[in-house]
């Protein structure tokens, strides 16, 4: 007896992928327009047949088609910006990650960068010459060759600090720093400058040491764009901190090799609008062209760039390279607390108020930090109205004084002025000489106790100071969190650094496409000419230079 075999059963048909027209036919669905204006590496031609208007970015199907109304050329994101910013410092695109305070622009956040090929600045300011030392020599390990910077913000008040931080620039052979919230130059930056100056083979002078100076004045670019000032050079030769040959040749070089305008920007700015700035330090630059030795200083752009958008509008106007600062403090690798990611990625636009900053204090400057989920502002112009108004902590009336001890420090103010001295003894001891002998120096101390813990308890994410962080913050992240709404980069978990910058630059180059057809006239579908980032994205510890799958 046979025992009848069942049919095997039948598979279920899975329905077949959207079709993808191939390389030569004519894109007409905004989907595969898309496509067409996103293979970056083709050019990308705009044709009109019988059938109407159409996408390819195959020579010989747009000669075939009839009418061409446009086209760009191929345009991959390494060839935005200046190719002398990517040849000088050894990266493959023209951006920078911009360094965060205390640290918050990490070892880790610097090394994932250089090695996806971008450029990125240590956040040196406010950290302890140890810490800093250390960071530095473990960038070096982890990133051998690879090019990155390191930050030297003015101290006018903590001019130790400086000082400590080019020591170690030194020390480790850092050769870049990003030198912001500058007032004027400082011997410091003078010396870090000077001090990498020799003579090629070819008798040319070879600039080891490379300063991007971040301004947002043309009175602050004017100096990093002539050489360094005699009277600076002299006392560093005098001290045997720089060669006499050295301070010869600084007379020929200008004091940056790149000038990044600081527009509308988180932590110290003017909020200046880049459409203003930016060509005027064009402008500026050109007119000092003969004083810089023969080199062209090279002009960036930083401040509001959270979108491809903005960035492809950076580079429109003239930019030869790109600065970003608030859509890393959400990054996987940067040194911020989860719960203060978490506020970031949950901000808007509109969500960034100015606060008093904590190491230009007496002098009234400001930052820019995030208003949403945070009291710090408010406290913090609390603690510079009573500065203006009093010349010493023994002047502020008691009941004054009880609440600023209850309400923002949360102890007494002889605590706080305790825990002042030994921070300082340690740090720059003459801050505490001169507190004794000046009342209201003392109480700016005790003040900026407040502002500089606060940035600390955020970092931290310390839970029962959530109303006193202080988040330096620019209106950048509200605009990069609508741009990756419903996306992959939308989780925090998926927002590596070098992803961020990936997208952003792949997305610039597809906008500057896109626009260029606009500008000769083409209207393309909305949906067709919107950049959105990938789902599939790329892996962040990708080799530099290689793609996406």
């Given at each position: 007896?046979v025992?009848?075999?069942?049919?095997?059963?039948?598979?279920?048909?899975?329905?077949?992928?959207?079709?993808?027209?191939?390389?030569?036919?004519?894109?007409?669905?905004?989907?595969?327009?898309?496509?067409?204006?996103?293979?970056?590496?083709?050019?990308?031609?705009?044709?009109?047949?019988?059938?109407?208007?159409?996408?390819?970015?195959?020579?010989?199907?747009?000669?075939?088609?009839?009418?061409?109304?446009?086209?760009?050329?191929?345009?991959?994101?390494?060839?935005?910006?200046?190719?002398?910013?990517?040849?000088?410092?050894?990266?493959?695109?023209?951006?920078?990650?911009?360094?965060?305070?205390?640290?918050?622009?990490?070892?880790?956040l610097?090394?994932?960068?250089?090695?996806?090929?971008?450029?990125?600045?240590?956040?040196?300011?406010?950290?302890?010459?140890?810490?800093?030392?250390?960071?530095?020599?473990?960038?070096?390990?982890?990133?051998?060759?690879?090019?990155?910077?390191?930050?030297?913000?003015?101290?006018?008040?903590?001019?130790?600090?400086?000082?400590?931080?080019?020591?170690?620039?030194?020390?480790?052979?850092v050769?870049?720093?990003?030198?912001?919230?500058?007032?004027?130059?400082?011997?410091?930056?003078?010396?870090?400058?000077?001090?990498?100056?020799?003579?090629g083979?070819?008798?040319?002078?070879?600039?080891d040491?490379?300063?991007?100076?971040?301004?947002?004045?043309?009175?602050?670019?004017?100096?990093?764009?002539?050489?360094?000032?005699?009277?600076?050079?002299?006392?560093?030769?005098?001290?045997?901190?720089?060669?006499?040959?050295?301070?010869?040749?600084?007379?020929?070089?200008?004091?940056?090799?790149?000038?990044?305008?600081?527009?509308?920007?988180?932590?110290?700015?003017?909020?200046?609008?880049?459409?203003?700035?930016?060509?005027?330090?064009?402008?500026?630059?050109?007119?000092?062209?003969?004083?810089?030795?023969?080199?062209?200083?090279?002009?960036?752009?930083?401040?509001?760039?959270?979108t491809?958008?903005?960035?492809?509008?950076?580079?429109?106007?003239?930019?030869?390279?790109?600065?970003?600062?608030?859509?890393?403090?959400?990054s996987v690798?940067?040194?911020?607390?989860?719960?203060?990611?978490?506020?970031l990625?949950?901000?808007?636009?509109?969500?960034?108020?100015?606060?008093?900053?904590a190491?230009?204090?007496?002098?009234?400057?400001?930052?820019?930090?995030?208003?949403?989920?945070?009291?710090?502002?408010?406290?913090?112009?609390?603690?510079?109205?009573?500065y203006?108004?009093?010349?010493?902590?023994?002047?502020?009336?008691?009941?004054?004084?009880?609440?600023?001890?209850?309400?923002?420090?949360?102890?007494?103010?002889?605590?706080?002025?305790?825990?002042?001295?030994?921070?300082?003894?340690?740090?720059?001891?003459?801050?505490?000489?001169?507190?004794?002998?000046?009342?209201?120096?003392?109480?700016?101390?005790v003040?900026?106790?407040?502002?500089?813990?606060?940035?600390?308890?955020?970092?931290?994410?310390?839970?029962?100071?959530?109303?006193?962080?202080?988040?330096?913050?620019?209106?950048a992240?509200?605009?990069?969190?609508?741009?990756?709404?419903?996306?992959?980069?939308?989780?925090?978990?998926?927002?590596?650094?070098?992803?961020?910058?990936?997208?952003?630059m792949?997305?610039?180059?597809?906008?500057?496409?896109?626009?260029?057809?606009?500008?000769a006239?083409?209207?393309?579908?909305?949906?067709?000419?919107?950049?959105?980032?990938?789902?599939?994205?790329?892996?962040?510890?990708?080799?530099?230079?290689?793609?996406?799958?």
């Open positions: 007896m025992t009848p075999v069942a049919p095997a059963p039948r598979p279920t048909p899975v329905p077949p992928p959207p079709a993808v027209p191939p390389a030569g036919a004519l894109a007409r669905r905004p989907a595969d327009i898309h496509r067409v204006l996103g293979d970056l590496e083709r050019p990308c031609y705009v044709v009109r047949d019988a059938a109407g208007l159409a996408v390819t970015g195959d020579e010989r199907a747009a000669a075939a088609a009839g009418r061409v109304l446009a086209a760009v050329g191929p345009l991959p994101p390494e060839r935005l910006g200046a190719p002398a910013f990517r040849r000088d410092h050894q990266v493959a695109q023209a951006y920078m990650a911009g360094s965060m305070a205390n640290g918050i622009a990490s070892a880790d610097v090394v994932a960068l250089a090695r996806a090929g971008f450029l990125a600045s240590f956040g040196a300011a406010g950290v302890v010459a140890a810490r800093v030392d250390e960071a530095l020599a473990d960038i070096r390990r982890r990133a051998p060759g690879l090019a990155f910077g390191c930050n030297l913000i003015h101290s006018p008040t903590e001019a130790a600090m400086e000082r400590d931080v080019v020591d170690a620039c030194l020390r480790h052979q050769r870049c720093v990003e030198a912001s919230a500058f007032l004027d130059l400082t011997p410091q930056v003078v010396r870090y400058r000077v001090a990498g100056l020799r003579r083979p070819d008798g040319r002078v070879v600039a040491n490379r300063v991007v100076a971040k301004v947002s004045r043309t009175e602050v670019a004017e100096l990093f764009l002539r050489p360094a000032p005699a009277a600076l050079v002299r006392p560093l030769v005098e001290q045997g901190l720089v060669s006499a040959e050295q301070a010869e040749l600084a007379a020929t070089v200008a004091m940056a090799d790149d000038v990044t305008g600081e527009a509308d920007s988180g932590g110290h700015t003017d909020r200046r609008p880049l459409p203003v700035l930016l060509p005027e330090l064009l402008a500026l630059r050109d007119s000092l062209r003969g004083e810089s030795g023969g080199r062209t200083v090279r002009i960036g752009a930083a401040g509001g760039l959270g491809p958008r903005a960035v492809a509008a950076a580079f429109t106007l003239g930019a030869d390279y790109v600065v970003t600062g608030s859509v890393n403090q959400a690798e940067a040194a911020q607390s989860p719960a203060t990611k978490t506020l990625a949950q901000a808007g636009v509109t969500d960034c108020v100015q606060a008093p900053s190491d230009m204090f007496e002098i009234g400057a400001d930052v820019q930090v995030l208003g949403r989920g945070t009291m710090f502002a408010s406290k913090a112009r609390r603690l510079y109205e009573l203006r108004r009093f010349d010493g902590l023994d002047e502020i009336p008691a009941d004054e004084r009880a609440g600023l001890e209850q309400r923002i420090f949360r102890r007494s103010l002889d605590e706080v002025w305790a825990d002042t001295v030994t921070f300082f003894s340690t740090r720059d001891p003459e801050q505490i000489a001169r507190a004794r002998e000046n009342p209201k120096r003392r109480m700016a101390l003040f900026r106790w407040y502002l500089g813990l606060s940035s600390g308890w955020s970092i931290a994410g310390a839970p029962d100071r959530v109303a006193d962080y202080q988040v330096w913050c620019g209106p992240m509200g605009a990069f969190n609508t741009w990756v709404r419903a996306s992959a980069l939308e989780p925090l978990a998926n927002r590596h650094a070098a992803v961020i910058a990936a997208e952003l792949r997305g610039a180059a597809f906008t500057s496409r896109a626009a260029a057809l606009a500008q006239g083409v209207r393309l579908p909305a949906l067709a000419t919107t950049y959105v980032p990938r789902p599939h994205l790329p892996r962040p510890d990708s080799d530099p230079g290689e793609q996406a799958p």
